[in-house]
């Protein structure tokens, strides 16, 4: 058949559902004022795209927040981990810092102490040179002593000799004593001259362990200020992730509701159609296609809420068989992400179908199937709202139209 045989057989198959469409109506609403269950399904239907739609936002921004959350959390470890070293160094450096602290003022301490000595060692240096000054002063009046004068002073030649000698040894003693002083006051000089070095040693120490401390401490405070500011902001972002969560979840939950109202009403329609539920011809097309499952059609291929809709959707209910629209070999048979558990049939020619949201896959990658075989079962699985088949079909890879083929 032509295509143009094929178009006119379309045109027919929907002139004859136009007419089935307006009588349903016309019985429906015969002698009442209440809405029609097309009425009723087109209202859902109108309500159902745009809590969809409005789900579509939802998850967007979801996803939006929760990969700039993800993003701020991961910032916030790597401040962290550059943070603990650098908190330890600042730690040791403080324990270092409060060592020579400590060490610098029993140091000064020490050299006080030295300093005092030191000042008393030459005051009494002072007098010690004074006492003998003055000493020596009176026994030297008339120079040295005269033997003949001690001699007449002290009665006799032994205790001239005595007095000789005790003047001798006091001047001898006098003159240890002012060296042993100078002796003690030498030490006591180098000494504080030994802690003065030290000390200076220990000040340059604490100066350049201050000065690292200083920095350690400056750039941790830089890092936890910048740490705080992105917990802040991850805070913010949180708590409107947690808000348009809470809205997707409120949304799920209506479009779940709404889904399962038009595909009721769907088969409200199909029952007082007189058809048993079933809206769709499966008899082979000329392409050589049949339905997959026997329901109302309740999505369309084309652009919906700002997005292609690759295939058309199949209000019917979970676990019914799906068939496989023509011969051919399974390419995919799991996971396909949003589609969920996914089947793909590749027909040769650059033909191949599609079959998504299925709750059980019943073929293998590899497998020959026949029309009509059994491939899985209606579901909900992906990124869907509720059980229903989506069918797709592609030639050389690119999404067209499956009505022009069924």
């Excluded at 001047?171 to 180098?190: C, H, P, Q, W």
């Excluded at 919906?304 to 995919?332: F, L, Y």
């Excluded at 996971?335 to 059980?360: C, E, F, M």
Aim: proline share 2%.
């Amino acid at each position: 058949m032509t295509r143009h045989g094929r178009t006119g057989r379309a045109k027919r198959r929907l002139a004859a559902g136009l007419v089935a469409g307006v009588l349903t109506v016309c019985l429906a609403t015969a002698g009442s004022g209440a809405p029609s269950a097309a009425d009723r399904k087109a209202d859902v239907d109108q309500r159902l795209q745009r809590a969809e739609a409005r789900l579509v936002r939802a998850r967007d921004q979801e996803a939006v927040l929760s990969s700039e959350v993800s993003a701020y959390t991961g910032r916030i470890r790597r401040i962290e981990r550059r943070l603990v070293p650098l908190e330890t160094r600042s730690n040791r450096l403080g324990n270092e810092l409060a060592v020579l602290e400590g060490r610098l003022a029993d140091l000064t301490g020490r050299l006080d102490a030295e300093r005092a000595n030191l000042a008393r060692a030459r005051a009494r240096l002072v007098t010690q040179r004074e006492v003998l000054g003055t000493r020596l002063r009176a026994m030297y009046r008339r120079d040295d002593p005269d033997p003949l004068l001690v001699l007449l002073e002290s009665g006799s030649i032994a205790g001239a000799v005595a007095a000789v000698d005790q003047i001798e040894r006091a001047a001898d003693l006098d003159k240890e004593a002012i060296a042993s002083v100078e002796d003690y006051a030498r030490e006591v000089r180098e000494a504080r001259d030994r802690l003065a070095d030290l000390r200076a040693g220990v000040q340059r120490s604490e100066r350049r362990v201050k000065a690292a401390a200083l920095r350690a401490r400056g750039a941790a405070r830089a890092l936890r200020a910048e740490r705080d500011d992105l917990g802040r902001f991850r805070d913010g972002r949180q708590r409107l992730l947690s808000r348009v969560r809470g809205d997707r979840e409120d949304l799920e939950v209506e479009t779940r509701g709404l889904r399962e109202r038009s595909l009721r009403l769907g088969r409200e329609i199909a029952r007082i159609q007189g058809v048993s539920g079933a809206s769709i011809d499966i008899t082979p097309s000329q392409a050589g296609l049949v339905w997959p499952v026997n329901g109302p059609l309740t999505s369309p291929f084309g652009m919906r809420w700002g997005r292609m809709h690759e295939g058309i959707d199949v209000g019917v209910g979970e676990g019914t068989p799906i068939s496989a629209a023509k011969a051919g070999t399974v390419i995919m048979a799991g996971w396909g992400g949003g589609y969920g558990n996914l089947v793909v049939i590749d027909h040769g020619g650059g033909l191949s179908t599609a079959y998504a949201h299925q709750s059980r896959i019943a073929v293998a990658v590899g497998q020959q199937v026949g029309q009509g075989s059994v491939i899985g079962y209606v579901g909900n699985t992906g990124h869907s709202f509720g059980a229903h088949l989506h069918f797709e079909v592609r030639v050389n890879g690119s999404a067209t139209d499956p009505l022009a083929y069924l």
